[in-house]
């Protein structure tokens, strides 16, 4: 059984910074990236960022130059770090972690945080 447990959510004024962390545990190997979504009322979800097994990142461009991913492959963990804040950044956020519960060989699946609310309000 695999689990991401995700802290670090919370209420935050526009131009404010939070932190989000996951950490991935249980039977989950071979995480080729892990990384960030997020759903608004009434929206799809939508990535937010990710971070590569060899470091690469990717992220939306709502985000670029406000959000910075990094990640602790040996600790299979995420960090999200998000500075200037605005009120559109409200959302859930969830963590995912796309690897294989088989050491060497197997399929490779999604996997994903029960998510944490992030608001950013005046």
């Known amino acids: 059984q695999v689990q991401l447990a995700e802290s670090g959510g919370g209420l935050v004024q526009p131009g404010g910074s939070l932190r989000l962390s996951c950490a991935a545990s249980?039977?989950?190997?071979?995480?080729?990236?892990m990384g960030w979504y997020r759903q608004a009322p009434g929206k799809q979800r939508e990535l937010v960022a990710v971070?590569?097994?060899?470091?690469?990142?990717n992220y939306a461009d709502s985000v670029k130059g406000r959000f910075t991913i990094s990640r602790d492959n040996a600790k299979n963990t995420v960090a999200l770090q998000m500075n200037s804040l605005k009120p559109e950044d409200t959302a859930v956020y969830y963590c995912n972690a796309y690897g294989s519960n088989q050491r060497i060989i197997g399929p490779m699946y999604d996997y994903w945080g029960q998510g944490t609310q992030v608001t950013v309000s005046s």
């Open positions: 971070i590569t097994s060899g470091g690469s990142t």
């Open positions: 249980g039977s989950i190997f071979r995480i080729a990236s």
